[in-house]
């Protein structure tokens, strides 16, 4: 294995590009749970590992070596992934190692779905991870691309596969799962409280009690710091990356929930700047809109490289008498007279409870547009927005009630994506986060907007 690996393939991209691959010792470590030199090989392995340490490249090179170089016939290599973007990572990786080694570019034919080698009839595909796309396959070797985000169906669809050749394994190399019903969590549990010959287990972790600044734990969950990942960069992600999604992408943890709060303190009040949007500016209003439980806020977002954020309006039931619904035509008016005093871009929207008022408000000439809050909508809002605020790219006027919502605001992260949460269990506690809600999607809008180019006016010119 490593002599192929060596002799043949270069490394495709990152520190060392289009040097020969060399094992490092945390990789032949890996290696020899999959290839051991003596006994059976597992019919199984599972690698848990933080990002930034070569899982790709490594997967992809063993894959090549599945396809080429381990004396099987008519080899069948699978190369899964949540969904056929990211199984082209690995799919792509040994295209380019099969693009740059002469032996193997004239060994080998590779397509954009599949590299052959006709003289074995040994085939390599990418493919998403759905149960109809692995039908009818045998594998001799699969690589599914992180675990964490593959249903279970699909790891059992390519296991089940397995079993038709006198020895084939299924290899799945990730980051921890984001919660605890993964099928990667569960065969963590299985190989730690019952190891067996057939399965082969190795994770590169840190310990969960210490600060996530603490840099012993950093090397001990990358084994690749100081070689090919810098820990100059590692220092930059930590200081702008939440702390859950640090430990479990970072520090090859499984975090115990994927919740917690979305900004710090510190990193907000940084943002504070204490001015107003002048009148006639351009912005983009963001509401978000209830009946009688949470806050309907109206936010003004500016139209500018570094967005300014300002609340405009809260209607809450706070202190109010039983039964209190939201005033719906004050709401309407002071959209309207909003839109009067800026030179507003758009008026960004959940339509849910307030499709017939925001229908009212087009019919009057308000540039209205829908942003339903779902997952496929908040997840890179909200992720921008948090970057935004930690990168100094976003100031607000400093709104106490502003401040009270961010702060309130809980970020959570599953198979659906990332979005904002209230702190308590359940969705009635009473912590409002509304205006932090509408400020995510007034930065998404306004940040769309600042990015188009201006358009100028044609130069004519006359000759006389």
């Not at 693009?99 to 390599?124: F, H, N, Q, W």
């Not at 930590?238 to 917690?260: H, K, N, P, Y």
């Not at 992720?383 to 401040?403: E, K, R």
Request: proline share 7%; aromatic share 8%.
């Amino acid at each position: 294995m490593e002599a192929f690996l060596g002799e043949f393939l270069l490394i495709p991209k990152g520190t060392n590009a289009r040097q020969p691959f060399r094992l490092e010792p945390f990789q032949r470590t890996i290696l020899r749970g999959l290839f051991p030199a003596r006994g059976v090989r597992p019919w199984q392995a599972l690698t848990a590992i933080s990002r930034g340490n070569g899982k790709s490249s490594l997967a992809a090179a063993v894959a090549l070596y599945c396809l080429l170089g381990d004396e099987v016939e008519a080899a069948q290599v699978l190369c899964v992934a949540s969904d056929l973007r990211q199984a082209m990572i690995v799919f792509g990786g040994a295209a380019r190692m099969v693009a740059t080694s002469p032996e193997l570019a004239a060994r080998c034919k590779v397509y954009s779905d599949r590299i052959t080698v006709p003289i074995t009839g040994s085939e390599m595909f990418p493919l998403p991870a759905n149960e109809g796309a692995l039908q009818g396959f045998d594998p001799s070797f699969a690589v599914v691309d992180e675990l964490a985000y593959v249903p279970p169906e699909v790891w059992e669809s390519v296991t089940g596969a397995t079993g038709k050749r006198e020895q084939s394994l299924v290899w799945a190399i990730s980051t921890p799962p984001l919660n605890d019903t993964s099928v990667m969590h569960r065969l963590v549990t299985q190989a730690k409280t019952d190891p067996r010959p057939d399965f082969a287990y190795a994770e590169w972790t840190s310990d969960p009690t210490h600060d996530v600044t603490c840099e012993c734990c950093w090397r001990s969950a990358n084994p690749a710091l100081g070689r090919f990942l810098k820990i100059d960069g590692l220092r930059s992600v930590q200081r702008t990356m939440r702390e859950s999604s640090f430990r479990r992408l970072r520090l090859g943890q499984f975090v115990a929930t994927a919740e917690d709060q979305w900004l710090s303190p510190e990193s907000w009040a940084a943002c504070a700047h204490g001015r107003d949007i002048e009148p006639g500016s351009p912005v983009v209003l963001a509401f978000d809109g209830s009946r009688n439980g949470d806050a309907t806020v109206l936010v003004a977002v500016s139209v500018e490289q570094v967005p300014h954020v300002a609340p405009v309006a809260v209607w809450s039931s706070d202190g109010k008498p039983e039964g209190w619904q939201v005033p719906m035509e004050e709401v309407e008016q002071t959209i309207l007279d909003t839109c009067r005093r800026f030179k507003v871009t758009e008026v960004c929207a959940d339509p849910y409870l307030w499709w017939g008022s925001l229908q009212r408000l087009a019919r009057q000439g308000v540039p209205v547009a829908e942003f339903p809050q779902s997952a496929q909508r908040m997840t890179p809002a909200t992720s921008g927005t948090f970057q935004a605020v930690v990168n100094g790219a976003l100031t607000h006027d400093g709104n106490t009630m502003l401040t009270e919502h961010v702060m309130n605001a809980r970020c959570i992260e599953d198979h659906r994506g990332t979005r904002l949460a209230k702190p308590g269990p359940s969705h009635h506690d009473a912590r409002r986060i509304d205006l932090a809600v509408s400020m995510v999607m007034g930065w998404a809008r306004a940040t769309h907007y600042a990015s188009q180019p201006v358009k100028r006016a044609r130069a004519v010119s006359w000759r006389y």
